[in-house]
């Protein structure tokens, strides 16, 4: 197998993401080296890789670059949003492909990304910048409801809740300070945005910019209801049902996002929703699809999708063909309530479900589990195929009936 180059992927310690990319890596006979967000003694024990803190820009491209002085790299790769910026700074300084530093963080800070989109007239929802400091009964006062509050850097729908009017508002506001404080460990006061809550049904939006030129690779719909309190999201299906002309619509609607906050390179994961006034959009990321959702998507030659965005980032061929003969999706198994994980029943009715293709639980038996808007991680994930989406969705749903999680409040284990 040829050596077509050395990859350095900014990852986190735990990424659901990691072994896919080396697998893709491995086949494509690509070297990847991790760059781990932790210590670099740590780093070095715990995978052999490199380590510096992401959110140091200057450490971080000070670290990259002692590193490809002596190992060249074709391409820095972030496998989800806590990297992003770090390899926007880092592939600059090398003069590596990559979307501008500027255009990464707007893709991570949500109020510099909701700026730029209404600025370049992409439909987006009302929206307002506001501190955990500020009088939030003077708030509640003045924002329009329904809304929903949310950090600005969170992913994963974490810290994300809708308020329906003023004391609902600051009781979510006042949740959101302590998540806050808690993740950044500072209690100082924090940023967070409020924007109108936005009816509709949402999708997800897969796809690949070239030179600023979108690629579609898949349309997801969320066939569960995502009106609050909280936004936990489920279940995902590809091919969506929606009509072509609306998922025409949703692709131009994206492109515009991702050309208003200037990224014009790699994978892009975009949520919109959709109503009688068309599509909306909510978020664009520079990154690709997380958790192990990208396990839906095949395409042709047996490529997966990190194998898309390995090819692209080394210059290889990448365009490729989704394999449609059939319909697929996931169900990220949500976490019904706090405690601790004793046990997990119905695993093997679960995968014996018609359509089913597999069911991993992601969390180990004995650890604590938080569901959201604190919590950041999901159960595990049921993976279906079928004939249609519908068949698809009720195999998900007939998979995930059959799982019992024994879960155990922190202080009765005491």
Sequence with gaps: MADLGRVLLLTTAHSYRNEAFLRAAERLGIAVVKAIDMPPAMAQTWSGGIGFDFADAGAATAAVAAYAATHPLNAILAVDDSGVVAAANAAAWLGLPHNTPAAAEAARDKFLMRTLMAAAGVPCPWFSRFSTGD?????????????????????????????????????????????????????????????????????????????????????????????????????????SRLSPAVQAAIAACTGRAARAIGLHTGPIHAELRVNEQGPWMLEVAGRSIGGLCAQTLRFDREMSLEELILRQACGLPWQAARDLAQASGVMMIPIPEAGNLQGVEGVAAAQATPGVESVEI?????????????????????????????????????????????????FALG
């Design 362 to 410: 992601s969390v180990p038996l004995h650890h604590t589990v938080t569901p959201l808007p604190e919590g950041d991680s999901y159960l595990g994930f049921i993976f279906a195929r079928g004939d249609t989406p519908a068949v698809v969705e009720a195999a998900l749903r007939q998979a995930h009936a059959h799982l019992r999680f024994h879960i155990v409040p922190e």
């Design 135 to 239: 009088d939030l009964h003077g708030i509640a006062a003045q924002i329009p409801y329904p809304c929903v509050v949310k950090p600005l850097a969170l992913n994963g729908s974490r810290g994300v809740m809708r308020a329906n009017d003023p004391e609902s508002f600051v009781g979510a506001a006042q949740r959101l300070a302590r998540l806050l404080a808690r993740e950044t460990a500072d209690a100082a006061p924090q940023p967070f945005l409020v924007e109108s809550f936005i009816p509709g049904f949402e999708v997800a939006l897969e796809g690949m910019l070239d030179g600023g030129e979108l690629t579609v690779l898949a349309l997801f719909d969320k066939p569960d209801p995502l009106d609050g309190p909280y936004f936990e999201e489920t279940i995902y299906v590809t091919p």
